[in-house]
């Protein structure tokens, strides 16, 4: 489809789903008893959590009625279109769906957010969230969102089967990014075409950032996003360089995969490894395999000890017409028996600690034991490292880079947009 004729056609998807959310689509604007959630959960596993967490909901607060302000497609896209609209309007839904941590930043800066202490005291969520994760959602000072959820982002996911073939142990997983090279190199001489599989951008700026991290550490990789590390460090060229040999090994096609069909080519026997966050479990289970047996995971080599988080949550806008349902309905979310419903039916694991792990299946039993043990540090590619503008800029560097491979050009890139974020 041309563009302009994409433009028009997305346009006119937004004038709709602005139709179908607008004022009257259900809310009374005189009834205190309900909460209207905006969220793009429409299909999926995405759907069954959210639909598990309302049903806690409702047993919790039998008297409130939850309004599911959902907008389909464009993968949130067009859910942040009619948001965007409705805030700049002053017509704000009760709470919103957005990814802890830095891309809450435009909504903080623009005071279109309550800031949630009070609430977390209240509700003793300090005692019960990591403090490290805690510290992840604070920003001077304030907290101004909810976590449902947990998800891991530097996660290998293997298939036994091509590694044992090539004479690889799946249950030795290399200790740094150097031995895992070695072990592309050796699938790739056994007659692997894709020895890691790779997709569209998002997966790319994925599997960069846990190169950072492998190169850099915890504490000076946490640092890029406040400015205690430098971006032209040795850690930074030793971390593309690494990117530039993965990237020998991936799939000629990936930028336009898409993470399922990318994770597919582990799952059919065609590649051996893929970089995926732990919603990837879902794509081993509708195949039917068992954890540990056809497909293993591991942190990417040289993360070991390191939880690199991404975490969907609920905030309470300025201006919520129903600020004390908001209210039940973020109690609701972030209770033992709430987490527990959506977590399980989504794939993902809590944000608390003090939830029954034997519940979840032989992945989620690792990611629980790995968050409450490890280092915890904010995923970039899923909005919890730097802004939206920021994480903008670097996923282009690193889409042209996968185009070009012009590692001068990769660093100036990478150099410039730090720059002109921290100087912001």
Not at 230 to 253: F, K, Q, R
Not at 305 to 331: I, N
Request: charged content about 20%; glycine content about 8%; some cysteine.
């Amino acid at each position: 489809m041309p563009p302009r004729a994409r433009a028009v056609v997305v346009a006119a998807l937004v004038a709709l789903a602005l139709t179908a959310c607008a004022p009257g689509s259900g809310i009374d604007p005189d009834d205190p008893d309900q909460v209207e959630v905006f969220t793009w959960w429409a299909t999926g596993s995405e759907k069954a959590g959210l639909d598990a967490l309302v049903d806690v909901f409702a047993a919790q607060h039998p008297d409130i009625r939850f309004v599911d302000a959902v907008v389909a497609g464009g993968a949130g896209s067009n859910a942040k279109s009619v948001l965007a609209e409705r805030l700049a309007d002053g017509d704000p839904p009760d709470s919103f769906q957005a990814h802890a941590g830095a891309e809450l930043t435009d909504y903080i800066e623009a005071g279109q957010l309550q800031d949630l202490s009070g609430f977390y005291a209240a509700n003793e969520l300090d005692d019960v969230f990591p403090a490290t994760l805690i510290d992840r959602l604070t920003v001077d000072g304030a907290i101004y969102s909810v976590p449902t959820n947990i998800h891991r982002a530097n996660v290998v996911w293997a298939n036994t089967a091509v590694l044992t073939a090539a004479g690889i142990d799946p249950a030795a997983p290399p200790a740094d990014l150097g031995g895992w090279l070695e072990d592309l190199r050796r699938l790739r001489e056994e007659g692997v075409a894709v020895p890691l599989a790779l997709g569209t951008e998002w997966t790319q700026l994925q599997l960069f950032e846990t190169v950072l991290l492998a190169d850099l550490g915890p504490d000076a990789y946490s640092g890029l996003w406040t400015g205690e590390t430098a971006w032209d460090a040795t850690g930074i060229d030793a971390a593309i360089a690494h990117y530039d040999e993965l990237l020998d090994y991936v799939n000629s096609d990936f930028a336009g995969l898409d993470w399922d069909t990318a994770t597919q080519i582990v799952v059919t026997g065609n590649a051996g490894y893929i970089v995926m966050g732990d919603w990837a479990e879902i794509a081993f289970a509708q195949a039917g395999w068992t954890y540990g047996l056809e497909y293993t995971t591991f942190p990417v080599p040289g993360t070991a000890g390191v939880f690199d988080f991404l975490a969907d949550s609920f905030v309470l806008t300025v201006g919520a017409p129903h600020e004390a349902a908001t209210e039940d309905w973020l109690s609701t979310l972030s209770s033992v028996d709430g987490q527990q419903a959506f977590n399980l039916a989504k794939g993902s694991i809590p944000a608390r600690t003090d939830v029954d792990a034997s519940a979840y299946p032989a992945y989620q039993q690792t990611a629980l034991t790995s968050y409450a043990d490890d280092v915890i540090v904010p995923s970039l590619a899923h909005g919890a490292a730097a802004d939206v503008a920021w994480s903008s800029a670097i996923s282009d560097a690193v889409s042209r880079f996968g185009i070009d491979r012009d590692v001068d050009a990769f660093r100036r890139g990478l150099l410039e947009a730090a720059e002109r974020s921290l100087a912001g």
